[in-house]
């Protein structure tokens, strides 16, 4: 049986938009792998992007376009017999999406842990020698992950080497930044969709569901 889905958007507690989304067949022994029960070292996540109306080829993983920003998904459940829900939210911690104008939209399953990658196509600059950084400044490494500046100091003569952990820091000069967002793909995509585009402000106020039936 072909299975099919529904993409449900809210923004401000209001449902925005309802739609019916193209499931790509090589995400679906991950998605049945997800449903059977959602075990230890399986994981989920999805993402919104601007790339164009173009409908994805099987086993795309990133749709070739920029910007893109991959999130996490915040939670499951099963309403029903044969279906199960995943939630997802951009908050205001996820600095990578700023600015962004999303447009579509991507359901990602993976078997085993995956890295979750940075904002492609932003104009983060590259991380500088000797210069003052200001609590909030982003930077990318020298590993192409996104790091924040989180004690405000100056970097140092030569560069460090970059903490590769989410969440994890790096002293560099009198500055001290934590790594936010890694540069990966996640696994095979899924579902897809064009929703009305856009732009989020960073304030956390888009989030949704993915409602998968078979």
């Not at 959602?38 to 920029?66: C, H, K, R």
């Not at 908050?91 to 940075?118: H, R, V």
Request: neutral net charge; contains cysteine.
């Amino acid at each position: 049986m072909r299975p099919q889905g529904t993409v449900r958007i809210f923004r401000d507690g209001r449902l925005v938009c309802e739609r019916r989304n193209l499931f790509v067949n090589t995400g679906l022994p991950c998605l049945a792998n997800l449903i059977a029960g959602v075990t230890a070292g399986q994981s989920i996540a999805a993402i919104g992007f601007g790339s164009g109306n173009s409908a994805p080829a099987p086993g795309d993983v990133g749709l070739g376009a920029t910007p893109e920003y991959y999130n996490a998904i915040a939670g499951h459940s099963f309403p029903s017999s044969g279906a199960v829900q995943f939630n997802y939210a951009l908050a205001a911690t996820d600095y990578g999406a700023n600015g962004m104008t999303i447009q579509e939209l991507g359901l990602f399953a993976n078997a085993g842990a995956i890295a979750l990658p940075a904002a492609i196509g932003t104009a983060n600059p590259a991380w500088a020698a000797s210069a003052p950084e200001t609590v909030g400044a982003l930077v990318v490494d020298g590993n192409g992950n996104l790091q924040r500046c989180t004690t405000a100091g100056t970097t140092g003569a030569t560069a460090p080497a970059w903490a590769t952990t989410i969440g994890a820091t790096t002293s560099d000069g009198t500055a001290v930044w934590t790594l936010v967002a890694t540069h990966s793909a996640p696994g095979p995509l899924i579902a897809h969709v064009v929703v009305p585009a856009f732009t989020y402000g960073g304030a956390g106020n888009y989030s949704g569901t993915w409602t998968l039936t078979f």
